[in-house]
Nanobody, 128 residues
């Protein structure tokens, strides 16, 4: 079965950096999209970043552009999220997700339902 395992969360001070990892197993990695989402208590889930596993095309929420970078290691079926210049408002549970269907170049929008597989999440806490 498909399994997504996140790691790398923790507590950091504002201005610091953190790298999240998402390892996929039991999953056809090519021609898919992987994404990072986050949700803070009392807030709606927000799409943070997405990447097409074959084309390498990336997409970011306006709130993280210039600060976060999504990347991948295809040999390891692993997606990363490098988070820099962290702010307290970045505090949330971060979830890795993967599409169940084929995407050859682009990715579904974050508000769409194309991401069918989800990890358990990893907590990121940014203190001021």
């Amino acid at each position: 079965q498909v399994q997504l395992v996140e790691s790398g969360g923790g507590s950091v001070q504002a201005g610091g950096s953190l790298r999240l990892s998402c390892a996929a197993s039991g999953y056809t990695y090519s021609n898919r999209c992987m994404g990072w989402f986050r949700q803070a208590p009392g807030k709606e889930r927000e799409g943070v970043a997405r990447i097409n596993t074959s084309s390498g095309n990336t997409y970011y929420a306006d709130s993280v552009k210039g600060r976060f970078t999504i990347s991948q290691d295809n040999a390891k079926n692993t997606v990363y999220l490098l988070m820099s210049s962290l702010k307290p408002e970045d505090t949330a549970m971060y979830y890795c997700a993967a599409t169940g269907g084929v995407w050859y170049s682009s990715c579904p929008r974050a508000e769409e339902t194309g991401f069918g597989y989800w990890g358990q999440g990893t907590q990121v806490t940014v203190s001021s």
